[in-house]
Nanobody, 124 residues
Framework: QVQLVESGGGLVQAGGSLRLSCAAS????????MGWFRQTPGKERDIVAA????????YYADSMKGRFTISRDNAKNTVYLQMNSLKPEDTAVYYC?????????????????WGQGTQVTVSS
């Protein structure tokens, strides 16, 4: 079992930045690829970014490339999502997730564990 707790969400103006953190506890964190997803009411939960267990391979959804950066610190059992140049359309609940995989995966179905989510609201 892996428990995931997100933090760092909040209200920010358009153009601003936020850094989300996801702290993991339980089984060995470095065995898991990690992902960040987001969801708005009535819509699917979509991939934002993902990172391999080593941190050497990353994936970003097209609309996040150049603005968001995913990283991880296996010594601290934590994965991060640095979000810059935020837009109102980035408003969502952001979830981190862990997958028993070596490479990053974009499919929700591949993720075994999920956090409770953290709200990000970007005002115009």
């Amino acid at each position: 079992q892996v428990q995931l707790v997100e933090s760092g969400g909040g209200l920010v103006q358009a153009g601003g930045s936020l850094r989300l953190s996801c702290a993991a506890s339980g089984r060995s964190f470095s065995n898991y690829a990690m992902g960040w997803f987001r969801q708005t009411p009535g819509k699917e939960r979509d991939i934002v970014a993902a990172i391999s267990w080593s941190g050497r391979t990353t994936y970003y959804a097209d609309s996040m490339k150049g603005r968001f950066t995913i990283s991880r610190d296996n010594a601290k059992n934590t994965v991060y999502l640095q979000m810059n140049s935020l837009k109102p359309e980035d408003t969502a609940v952001y979830y981190c997730a862990a997958a028993t995989a070596v490479v990053p995966t974009t499919k929700k179905e591949d993720y075994d564990y999920w956090g409770q989510g953290t709200q990000v609201t970007v005002s115009s």
